[in-house]
């Protein structure tokens, strides 16, 4: 089975699409597929492309053994809608240029990421060219996605897109979905031929590492995107995690990031310290130096289950959810933390003085054996690559 990946988002960058699109690939070639990438130049999520990347149009390289076809776009981290779209709509567009490539790898399968949703038209071409089927992964629906973050209204654009979405499914041979929620919005359309590829998370790499010290303050941390989708920057604002008897640890970038570290420069006695830029590998070493894992959304987004959940509970990190949705009934179906709404900050105070005094033993193990088992990405791999070799 020979199948090329069409994403805007992959390594060497950070963040979870790029995590799972790796391992998913790294999962598959290891179970016979030959597998090939095409994608962006590294931009994510800086809004800039990276310094050695510059200057390029198209860059032929191989990764971790993978061989990957990059192209230019136009980069942007803008919080404007405009300037996202063109991000998007550029990288559609160059990425056509990969027709050669697609043809050359005679492709069985052509599996695009969305959104962007434009990126799909992109991969419908590319596989008629390459004579491959399109599989399209759905890692956020689009546009309802945008409908509920604020960025779209229901007018003309948001009805030409659900268009475009319906055209897309329908010339798809299967569509992957990265929750249930996604699964059956999909399937109550009429569009039977879906999978439930959850993010999961790679076990392996947190099964020997040792949980912290139950000792002094117990210590929150939140590892990702620094964007108003999160709310990190309002959270810091809002609480005084020394008054909590509690120590709060961010790690990542985005749109915040600057404006964070001004803040907490500014407002050292809050029990709140921020640790940078995590690379994949340093991921599992530094989750399991702390007690609980806050994972905030400002809004409910249908279908959207962050992948924070998989690698705290990997690591054995008890849950404070701050949102509602698929990702809010994982956490208290499986008794994996605490859950309140989004903005709640009286409700979420209360969690955070539950964590302070809570037995963190079976909570630890709770986590590790979901992690172990239901949400273990090299097992859900395997079921990937037999749902794939039926199309």
């Known amino acids: 089975m020979r199948i090329v990946l069409l994403t805007q988002y992959y390594r060497p960058e950070m963040g979870a699409p790029q995590s799972r699109l790796f391992e998913m690939l790294r999962g598959l070639k290891a179970l016979g597929a030959e597998v090939s990438v095409v994608t962006a130049l590294p931009n994510y999520p800086e809004g800039r492309i990276f310094k050695d990347f510059r200057g390029r149009f198209a860059l032929r390289e191989e990764r971790d053994?993978?061989?990957?076809?990059?192209?230019?776009?136009?980069?942007?981290?803008?919080?404007?809608?405009?300037?996202?779209?063109?991000?998007?709509?550029?990288?559609?567009?160059?990425?056509?240029?990969?027709?050669?490539?697609?043809?050359?790898?005679?492709?069985?399968l052509l599996v695009v990421e969305s959104p962007p949703l434009t990126l799909a038209l992109t991969a419908w071409l590319l596989a008629k060219i390459s004579g491959a089927r399109m599989v399209t992964n759905v890692s956020d629906l689009w546009p309802l996605s945008a409908l509920e973050l604020g960025a779209l209204s229901r007018g003309?654009?948001?009805?030409?897109?659900?268009?475009?979405?319906?055209?897309?499914?329908?010339?798809?041979?299967g569509i992957l979905g990265q929750s249930q929620e996604i699964v059956t919005y999909i399937r109550e359309r009429g569009f039977g031929q879906t999978f439930l590829f959850r993010n999961g998370v790679d076990y392996a790499r947190f099964r020997s590492l040792e949980p912290a010290a139950d000792q002094g303050p117990r210590k929150v941390v939140y590892a990702g995107l620094l964007g108003v989708a999160q709310g990190i920057l309002g959270l810091c604002r809002a609480l005084n995690f020394r008054e909590l008897g509690l120590e709060f640890h961010i790690y990542g970038a985005g749109a915040?990031?600057?404006?964070?570290?001004?803040?907490?420069?500014?407002?050292?006695?809050?029990?709140?310290?921020?640790?940078?830029?995590?690379?994949?590998?340093?991921?599992?070493?530094?989750?399991v130096q702390h007690h609980a894992a806050l994972i905030p959304l400002t809004k409910?987004?249908?279908?959207?289950?962050?992948?924070?959940?998989?690698?705290?509970?990997?690591?054995?990190?008890?849950?404070?959810?701050?949102?509602?949705?698929?990702?809010?009934?994982?956490?208290?179906?499986?008794?994996?933390?605490?859950?309140?709404?989004?903005?709640?900050?009286?409700?979420?105070?209360?969690?955070?003085?539950?964590?302070?005094?809570?037995?963190?033993?079976?909570?630890?193990?709770?986590?590790?054996h979901m992690a172990a088992t239901a949400f273990n990405r090299p097992v859900q791999v395997q079921a990937l690559h037999r749902f794939l070799e039926t199309l």
Request: glycine share 8%; proline share 4%.
């Open 256 to 287: 915040e990031k600057e404006e964070l570290e001004a803040y907490l420069a500014e407002h050292p006695e809050r029990g709140i310290y921020y640790g940078g830029v995590l690379q994949r590998e340093e991921i599992p070493g530094v989750l």
């Open 65 to 108: 053994g993978i061989a990957l076809l990059r192209f230019w776009l136009y980069a942007s981290n803008s919080r404007r809608t405009l300037p996202r779209i063109l991000s998007m709509l550029s990288f559609s567009f160059t990425a056509l240029f990969a027709w050669r490539f697609c043809r050359q790898k005679q492709p069985d």
């Open 156 to 173: 003309t654009l948001y009805r030409a897109l659900e268009r475009l979405e319906h055209f897309v499914y329908r010339r798809s041979a």
């Open 300 to 368: 409910n987004i249908y279908g959207a289950v962050p992948s924070k959940i998989y690698e705290a509970m990997a690591a054995g990190l008890p849950i404070l959810f701050s949102g509602e949705g698929e990702g809010a009934r994982i956490v208290a179906e499986n008794d994996l933390g605490w859950v309140n709404r989004p903005g709640d900050l009286a409700a979420l105070k209360e969690n955070f003085a539950r964590l302070a005094e809570a037995d963190l033993a079976a909570m630890r193990s709770r986590c590790r």
